[in-house]
């Protein structure tokens, strides 16, 4: 007895109104639109993006076949990256994150005479806490990947994180 495969049934096609292309291409548009506002604003960065990320999602609903999931995965992931990308150049501010500024600053107009050693001294300073924080999040990490507990080694780094930042904001209300 030969087992025959099931019959199979023709796939039905989806209708779509004017409204559902509209609503379909409207985050894609979007997106390309707001790539040539920022163009008119002079910023090319985020012209490139909004309009490769915006071409690249408007395309993805016509994919067809079964690769067409992934495809639409990473168009999503790569449109949501977008936009987190835009949205963080947006809100930057000029690198004025600089710990102890307004301490050195106090020290430069004290000791006048000091010339290049108080700049050497608070940007060693600065590298050395970087470096350290570095190889503490190293540390934190190996802990998590070999399921140990990355708490215990993560607490060292955070006082450490939390100590600077209380000792920056009470030297600006001390020096002014």
Same mark, same amino acid.
């Given at each position: 007895?030969?087992?025959?495969?099931?019959?199979? #049934?023709?796939?039905?096609?989806?209708?779509? /109104?004017?409204?559902?292309?509209?609503?379909? %291409?409207?985050?894609?548009?979007?997106?390309?639109?707001?790539?040539?506002?920022?163009?008119? %604003?002079?910023?090319?960065? +985020?012209?490139?993006?909004? *309009?490769?990320?915006? /071409?690249? @999602? &408007?395309? #993805?609903?016509? +994919?067809?076949?079964?690769?067409?999931?992934?495809?639409?995965?990473?168009?999503?992931?790569?449109?949501?990256?977008?936009?987190?990308?835009?949205? &963080?150049?947006?809100?930057?501010?000029? @690198?004025?994150? #600089?710990?102890?500024?307004?301490?050195?600053?106090?020290?430069?107009?004290?000791?006048? /005479? /000091?010339?290049? %050693?108080?700049?050497?001294?608070?940007?060693?300073?600065?590298?050395?806490?970087? *470096?350290?924080?570095?190889?503490?999040?190293?540390?934190?990490?190996?802990?998590?990947? #070999?399921?140990?507990?990355?708490?215990? @080694?993560?607490?060292?780094? $955070?006082?450490? *994180?939390?100590?600077?930042?209380?000792?920056?904001?009470?030297?600006?209300? $001390?020096?002014?």
């Amino acid at each position: 007895m030969l087992i025959s495969p099931p019959p199979t #049934q023709p796939k039905k096609q989806l209708k779509t /109104s004017p409204i559902g292309k509209l609503k379909t %291409a409207m985050l894609p548009l979007g997106l390309i639109g707001f790539g040539m506002l920022n163009g008119a %604003a002079g910023n090319p960065v +985020l012209v490139i993006v909004g *309009v490769v990320t915006g /071409s690249v @999602a &408007l395309v #993805q609903p016509y +994919l067809k076949g079964e690769r067409a999931n992934r495809h639409i995965k990473r168009a999503f992931l790569l449109t949501l990256g977008t936009l987190v990308f835009t949205f &963080l150049n947006l809100i930057a501010r000029p @690198a004025r994150a #600089q710990f102890f500024q307004n301490a050195e600053e106090f020290f430069n107009t004290t000791f006048t /005479s /000091s010339g290049a %050693a108080i700049p050497l001294v608070f940007n060693t300073l600065r590298a050395l806490y970087i *470096v350290y924080l570095a190889v503490a999040f190293i540390g934190v990490f190996n802990s998590v990947r #070999q399921d140990e507990d990355w708490v215990a @080694a993560a607490r060292t780094p $955070i006082l450490v *994180v939390i100590t600077v930042t209380l000792a920056d904001i009470l030297t600006g209300l $001390i020096t002014g």
